[in-house]
């Protein structure tokens, strides 16, 4: 009997280690950012701090694990076989979630989703249980489900959001206050003070807190308990004066010192209150299977009431889960790119924005815009004067091929970012609520940067657009959490046949998404974004804007074949594939004309020239996407309007006109690709050609129309299709004449 639970029981722990690869892919945004993005200490070091801190928050995590016992539902008003199935549905859930939010590069709330599948698994399983049950009604849910803790789990979630973001922007305010963006300034008693602050501060909360979850912490009770203002005190006098001693006599820029003892404490925090997101539900497992066996009865007549009692947690078990999480940390590429996202959205300067903006970030932007005057009209001039003279950043003279080394962020605010999350989430560890790391490490960098001004009129739509994103990512992760866990459960308590199967998509999907992640990653690096600012001369240019006209040749190619293949056999499908590589192509264009500044910017003072030159190459790479953009949506919308096939005699002169813009395209790629430029005026004689060819398939379209064309949608799509590849044509020759001049005038120069 005990075999088939025996067999869930090693699933769930492969389940497990799975679940903290791909949850910390996207947690490890929680306490990296603030140390990467202001470049205080050596990546390599930021690793091995946060690693050590890692380990430390396993040993502390053993106190929250009660949350994935009895923290949902009341465990006794389920035999195991219940249970089982509920833990099941869990895991396969958030792992599959997690690793779609870690694909498209956008930091959830692990917190969030283990409380919601929790939730779903057991309203499933209780409504089973309740429909099975002649006696009992929909009303009697709440026996089944702990409804009382879990709202008061989903009420500090959602306070957390409100809570971290209005702390760290009022944190931050006063901090500026004080250090200015000229802290290096500052006197060496005021960086003391603000040191002996940041790391009492963290060393009350984060270590005296945390042991509260710790086998140890009875053994050094007596201590701590009712001494609070004592030890904190103590503490600020004690780290003050090391702080004082660290400037003066070793020189030890306190900032750095802090960034890294409050990288190791919100590294600690995280694996403390966020392990049980990962493993607690494994391990609530095997003490249910324990409880199970030395019962002797059968698995859907044990009661699981065991677990409502306290059981400590396997030191071990939590440093292996520790191990684990240490080495995805260090070879993680999601969990580069979700760090990417939490630093963009708060950077100072500005750059390359992730999101666009939307309706909400308008209003948002327009109201901050108006309360911002109303304050300019209350506030006195002088004391607006005097808050100004603290914010303006001074001016770093840097060699223009050095800019890019530029932080996102200063030292003062990846400070504020480290103490103030790790205070808010110790505190909230020490009182045992699974309060979202995620969430509270998220709203207080956002917080902060939006007191330091980095959100600029520039930039701001975009940030709070990107900020709305990813907390309706949140709000979308609990209601997919609950649903999709609550679906799950419902198969599984069917017929436990379907456990194999969902464990075999779940490995199927993961595998596809690694498999999508990486060549996205690859065609990422293949890009050629303007989002550096290198030295670039003449010869830069040329190689740069080579290589551009190049990829798009051959990518228009490619994406007119399939549009003139696809309409010929009426695929809609793999119309809106095309339309969505059209789409792409569009906006990596728009991307290249948006970094056109910072272009300009990083040209030599003998290649200023250049710059009206790469204007134009750009205005006609873009004519000339948006001309295949066009074919291609007015393809697409033909074909899903269910309209007629087009005649044979169309299709069969567009299939030549194909041919034909093909043989040319693939010549301006080898051209391009080789720096062949001498062969454009041979390129050119051959558009000619093929617009002829456009020509006359216009005026046997207009014959056909006066004898045996009988549909008007056909006509007008093909007409479309034909005066756009003419625009199309017309914009390449543009490109390629204003190339030639360009290169003919710089090869006479040199």
């Not at 065991?306 to 260090?330: D, E, H, R, Y």
């Not at 301006?668 to 617009?691: E, M, N, Q």
Request: proline share 2%; charged share 20%.
């Amino acid at each position: 009997m005990g075999d088939p639970y025996i067999l869930m029981l090693v699933a769930l722990a492969v389940l497990a280690i799975v679940d903290l690869v791909v949850g910390v892919s996207n947690d490890a945004v929680n306490f990296l950012n603030s140390a990467i993005g202001s470049k205080a200490i050596s990546v390599r070091n930021i690793m091995i701090i946060a690693s050590v801190g890692v380990f430390f928050g396993a040993v502390t995590s053993s106190g929250m694990m009660e949350v994935a016992r009895k923290g949902i539902f009341n465990p006794d008003m389920f035999v195991f076989q219940d249970i089982m199935f509920i833990f099941m549905a869990v895991m396969i859930t958030d792992i599959l979630l997690l690793d779609i939010f870690n694909s498209l590069g956008m930091p959830t709330s692990t917190t969030v989703s283990i409380v919601f599948e929790l939730l779903g698994a057991a309203v499933c399983v209780s409504l089973i249980k309740i429909g099975a049950n002649d006696s009992q009604s929909i009303a009697d849910i709440w026996d089944y489900i702990n409804h009382k803790k879990a709202i008061e789990i989903i009420k500090g979630i959602l306070l957390s959001v409100v809570v971290a973001f209005s702390v760290g922007a009022i944190v931050q305010f006063v901090s500026r206050l004080v250090y200015s963006f000229n802290f290096e300034k500052r006197a060496a008693y005021v960086n003391a003070l603000f040191g002996g602050f940041a790391i009492t501060a963290i060393t009350y909360f984060i270590i005296i807190k945390g042991m509260k979850g710790t086998p140890w912490y009875k053994d050094m009770k007596f201590l701590i308990e009712g001494d609070t203002i004592v030890i904190i005190a103590v503490g600020f006098v004690f780290w003050s004066l090391m702080s004082y001693l660290l400037i003066k006599l070793f020189k030890v820029n306190v900032l750095k010192f802090i960034i890294g003892v409050g990288t190791f404490s919100l590294a600690m925090a995280f694996s403390g209150n966020d392990l049980v997101n990962f493993v607690g539900v494994p391990i609530a497992a095997w003490n249910s299977y324990e409880a199970w066996e030395a019962s002797g009865l059968g698995a859907n007549a044990f009661s699981m009431g065991i677990l409502a009692k306290k059981v400590p947690s396997n030191v071990w078990l939590l440093l292996v889960a520790g191990a684990i999480m240490v080495i995805t940390l260090w070879t993680s590429s999601k969990a580069q790119k979700v760090i990417k996202t939490g630093i963009d959205l708060s950077r100072q300067g500005d750059g390359h924005e992730k999101f666009q903006p939307n309706p909400v970030s308008r209003v948002v932007v327009r109201s901050a815009m108006t309360i911002n005057k109303f304050i300019s009209l209350v506030v006195p001039k002088q004391t607006l004067a005097y808050i100004d003279s603290k914010f303006q950043k001074p001016v770093i003279e840097l060699p223009k091929d050095k800019t890019y080394e530029l932080p996102a962020f200063d030292l003062v605010r990846a400070s504020i970012n480290l103490v103030v999350a790790g205070i808010l989430i110790s505190i909230a560890t020490s009182m045992k609520l699974p309060l979202s790391t995620t969430y509270v490490t998220f709203m207080v960098a956002m917080g902060t940067s939006l007191a330091d001004r980095a959100w600029g009129r520039e930039s701001a739509v975009y940030r709070v657009a990107g900020v709305i994103n990813v907390v309706g990512g949140w709000f979308l992760t609990a209601l997919t959490a609950f649903v999709a866990a609550a679906i799950v459960a419902f198969l599984i308590s069917w017929d436990m046949a379907m456990i194999p199967v969902l464990l075999l998509l779940v490995g199927f999907l993961i595998v596809r998404n690694t498999l999508k992640h990486r060549k996205k990653s690859k065609e990422v690096q293949k890009q050629m974004h303007i989002e550096r600012a290198e030295l670039i001369t003449i010869n830069g240019v040329i190689e740069e804007s080579s290589d551009h006209i190049a990829g798009v040749a051959q990518r228009v190619d490619k994406l007119y074949t399939n549009v003139v293949n696809d309409l010929a056999n009426h695929d809609l499908n793999k119309l809106r594939k095309t339309d969505k590589h059209v789409g792409r192509l569009n906006e990596e264009i728009d991307n290249l004309k948006d970094g056109v500044f910072y272009f300009i910017k990083s040209l030599d003072d003998t290649s200023v020239e250049a710059s009206r030159f790469y204007i134009m190459v750009l205005g006609y790479l873009q004519d000339v996407a948006q001309s295949i953009s066009y074919i291609s949506r007015a393809s697409y919308k033909h074909v899903n309007n269910n309209h007629k096939n087009l005649k044979k005699g169309q299709l069969k002169d567009l299939k030549y006109i194909d041919n034909k813009l093909s043989e040319l395209l693939i010549k301006v790629s080898d051209v391009f690709a080789t720096r062949s430029f001498d062969k454009l005026d041979g390129i050119l004689v051959d558009k000619h050609s093929l617009l002829k060819d456009v020509s006359n398939s216009i005026e046997k379209q207009v014959a056909r129309i006066r004898t045996d064309e009988t549909s008007p949608k056909n006509t007008t799509l093909y007409f479309s299709i034909l005066l756009e590849t003419k625009d199309l044509l017309e914009g390449l020759m543009n490109l390629l004449q204003t190339y030639e001049e360009f290169y003919l005038t710089t090869k006479n120069n040199l």
